[in-house]
């Protein structure tokens, strides 16, 4: 790394409108952190909330905390918070289990809302459990539930008037290809489908316009780029047009919270209102906390402000992995166009995964997806130029010299 080339990083960090948020997350000591788009960083607001609601809801006020800190409405006010984040109105986004649990939801309603079809359509590389949580509502369901998958580019044009429902996520897990949810949505309303959208690597990452799009169902992680903490609950959202009267309750998972009025304790269940029918069971209130707590660090950022900076993030990677010449070694399988990704880059190496083990050896934390790709993430939050413009040199280092190569780089344990 040249002289020069740590000043310009250090210029573009000095212009970056949203520097001063990188103070209130929990930095690790000598690492470059360049996995928020798995696990988001660790905040002081968080630290702080989790023990205040510990020590003084749940220790002092124990069960009165449910109405003296209103506990119980957290899935609905912490899901209308995330709702600021994903362009829904007030009252559509709850916050609850995971979004695996959350998919099972939403798919069983939209099968049940497009009664007369039975196709559920959705891209071969879409998450697994995306597709895992399909197959097995379709062994509940039988012949009304048929999974259809085809090649990411085919999407759009295979949505035909027996599609139920499109099941897609707006940007994918491995390359960080970003789906137009706007063409999407127009031509399943055109056909008659439905939309369910997972958000897992877009909420938090980049605006969402979720009412504008015309989506019907969305869910998403919160723990990813909402640092709000490993297995942090879910959301979940609904249309206005679905939440309105229906014959029968649109999600499958009768829970008493769900329910119309859970302290009456009758034996017939009867879903709430609105959008807290899609409410199970007891919310986790210290993840709750968390993830309320972790959402208000979203208040001093503008969405199109964390987007820009996402993009130039990636884009100096991109430049700095060219001028290393490291990126004819290992070629990108991102899309070039920046508005055609998320907030994160995939490189391809058969060496992918030394690569990386060796990259976390000099404290630049990335990950590997299998087969062969180093996926790289950026947390417009927190992350910074300067980190940028190391980890590429430290990328460079390894891929050059062949550092990757070292027997300690080959162990795999049970994540990677
Ligand atoms: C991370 C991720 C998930 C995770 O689902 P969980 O139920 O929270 O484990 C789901 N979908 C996508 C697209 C993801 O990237």
Redo the contacts with the bound molecule.
């Keep these: 790394m040249t002289h020069s080339e740590k000043h310009r990083a250090n210029s573009f960090d000095s212009h970056d409108k949203l520097a001063r948020l990188r103070n209130e997350f929990h930095i690790p000591s000598n690492t470059i952190y360049l996995d928020g ?2 696990l988001g960083l660790l905040s002081h607001r968080v630290q702080e909330r989790v023990t205040q609601t510990l020590q003084h809801e749940w220790g002092n006020d124990v069960i009165t905390s449910w109405n003296k800190h209103n506990w119980i409405n957290l899935p609905i006010t912490v899901g209308d918070k995330i709702g600021r984040l994903i362009g829904a109105p007030e009252g559509h986004t709850v916050c609850c ?7 099972f939801k939403v798919l069983n309603a939209a099968l049940q809302i497009n009664a007369g079809r039975t196709e559920v359509l959705s891209t071969e590389d ?2 697994p ?2 597709l895992y949580m399909v197959q097995g509502l379709q062994q509940m369901l039988g012949d009304r539930c048929t999974l259809r998958l085809v090649p990411e580019a085919e999407l759009l044009h295979s949505i035909s008037s027996d599609t139920a429902v499109v099941l897609a ?1 707006e ?3 491995r390359t960080g290809r970003r789906l137009n949810l706007a063409k999407l949505s127009e031509q399943a309303r055109k056909q008659g489908a439905l939309t369910i959208i ?4 877009s909420a938090g990452a980049m605006p969402v316009e979720l009412h504008k799009h015309d989506i019907d169902f969305a ?3 919160t ?2 780029y909402l640092n709000a903490g490993p ?1 942090a609950p ?1 959301f979940l959202y609904v249309a206005q047009r679905h939440l309105e009267k229906h014959s029968k309750p649109l999600q499958p998972l009768f829970g008493w919270l769900g329910h119309a009025e859970p302290f009456a304790f009758s034996v017939d269940y009867a879903p709430a209102q609105g959008i807290r029918q899609f409410i199970t069971g007891t919310p986790p209130i210290l993840a709750l906390a968390a993830l309320d707590a972790a959402l208000d660090i979203f208040e001093g950022a503008d969405m199109a402000d964390v987007r820009a900076k996402s993009i130039g993030l990636s884009e100096y990677w991109l430049e700095r992995m060219a001028a290393e010449e490291v990126l004819a070694k290992m070629p990108s399988i991102s899309p070039a166009e920046p508005k055609e990704r998320g907030s994160q880059l995939a490189f391809e190496h058969e060496n992918a995964f030394a690569i990386c083990q060796a990259l976390i050896a000099k404290g630049v934390i990335a990950d590997f997806r299998a087969p062969k790709y180093l996926r790289i993430g950026f947390s417009p939050l927190y992350n910074t130029y300067t980190e940028v413009e190391q980890a590429v040199a430290a990328l460079a280092d390894i891929v050059h010299n062949r550092h990757y190569e070292r027997e300690e780089f080959q162990q795999r344990s049970a994540v990677t």
């Excluded at 997972?198 to 690597?201: N, V």
Aim: glycine share 8%.
């Design positions: 788009n798995s289990d995971s979004t695996s649990i959350n998919l879409n998450f459990t995306d996520t940007v994918n897990f997972d958000l897992a690597h869910v998403g992680c723990y990813k297995g879910a």
